[in-house]
């Protein structure tokens, strides 16, 4: 809507009351009902918990003021998709991103308990969901049947063959190194970093264009500390400041990492494949990106490359 407002398409102001309505008046249904039950300091999901499983007529009350305040919503949402429409001459496409970025368990939620709802809208929606929802034997069958069979997988770019980066003297894949090169290039301008660093920001990533922006905002946060303490100094990203950032992002990796992490990382590094890709702690390696899904004729998986030097810290790989 904003968007469209931007663009000078006038949106009836009765369209957008309604729509703004529909969060206030939801808002206010649940402050007088925690009002009548608690005080500060509630925990909104236990007290809902706790109500639903302990009066069966209450639980259908609040099933059906849910789903018609959500048909609500999506009448209001149609509604004004059509005003655009009709007023630009084009189609409308939403496009909801960092849905993947959730916890895996909060984005089971969202996709199975909503996923009819999400689908209703009378226009275009593309929804992100993290790769490892695909191995869930109940998610990715309703995901597909809801969605028509609509799910496009977006591989990882594949910066070289399974097991040449392993090699001395590994070269990546030209065209694939010069697609992410691009792309850094056109957020940071080349006068404020060494090719070679750039080049080495490509191979650290993976080939996943989400840590190849995490790596350069990180060496950016870098430089901006290094101009505040020597202001008027040129300051640009090169192999330290790089080697600074990777760091960071290796100590993060690190943090969450346990036993039964390391056993799995080392297995996926030797065999390009973990013991058991459905198991949980697998899917949450995957899901954080610890673990990177390559496909070719048949999938395949490595360890990213920035995570790679803690197994070599541990000694569960060699160093060399």
């Known amino acids: 809507m904003y968007e469209a407002e931007a663009r000078r398409v006038e949106i009836p102001k009765s369209t957008k009351d309604a729509l703004y309505k529909w969060f206030a008046s939801r808002t206010k249904t649940e402050e007088i009902n925690i009002e009548a039950e608690t005080s500060l300091g509630f925990d909104l999901l236990k007290l809902i918990s706790n109500k639903l499983k302990a ?36 189609d409308v496409l939403v496009i909801i991103d960092d849905l993947d970025k959730l916890e895996l368990e909060r984005v089971n939620d969202i996709y199975r308990d909503n996923i009819k709802a999400l689908c209703q809208p009378n226009f275009r929606i593309i929804y992100t969901i993290p790769i490892a929802v695909l191995r869930d034997k109940f998610l990715r069958p309703l995901i597909e049947t809801e969605t028509n069979d609509q799910v496009v997988v977006m ?39 060494e090719q070679q660093a750039a080049e080495n920001i490509v191979l650290n990533s993976g080939g996943v264009l989400r840590e190849l922006v995490r790596i350069a905002n990180e060496c950016c946060r870098i430089c901006l500390r290094l101009i505040r303490r020597k ?18 992002i290796r100590n993060d990796f690190a943090v969450p990492l346990g036993k039964v992490d390391y056993a799995i990382l080392q297995t996926t590094y030797q065999n390009f494949m973990p013991d058991d890709p459905k198991e949980p702690e697998f899917l949450d390696l995957l899901h954080g990106l610890y673990v990177l899904e390559y496909r070719n004729r048949k999938n395949w998986y490595d360890v990213h490359p920035i995570v790679v030097e803690l197994l070599k810290e541990q000694g569960l790989i060699n160093g060399s």
């Open 231 to 248: 202001p008027g100094q040129a300051v640009v990203i090169d192999e330290q400041i790089l080697d600074e950032a990777v760091n960071n």
């Open 55 to 90: 009066d069966a007529a209450v639980r259908y009350e609040i099933k059906q003021e849910f789903e018609r305040k959500i048909s609500d919503l999506i009448a209001r949402i149609n509604e004004i998709a059509a005003v655009i429409h009709v007023a630009i001459k084009k």
């Open 155 to 193: 591989p990882v770019l594949k910066l070289f063959e399974q097991g040449q980066s392993r090699q001395i003297d590994a070269k990546p894949r030209l065209q694939a190194k010069d697609i992410l090169c691009e792309i850094l290039q056109r957020r940071i301008s080349s006068e404020l970093i």
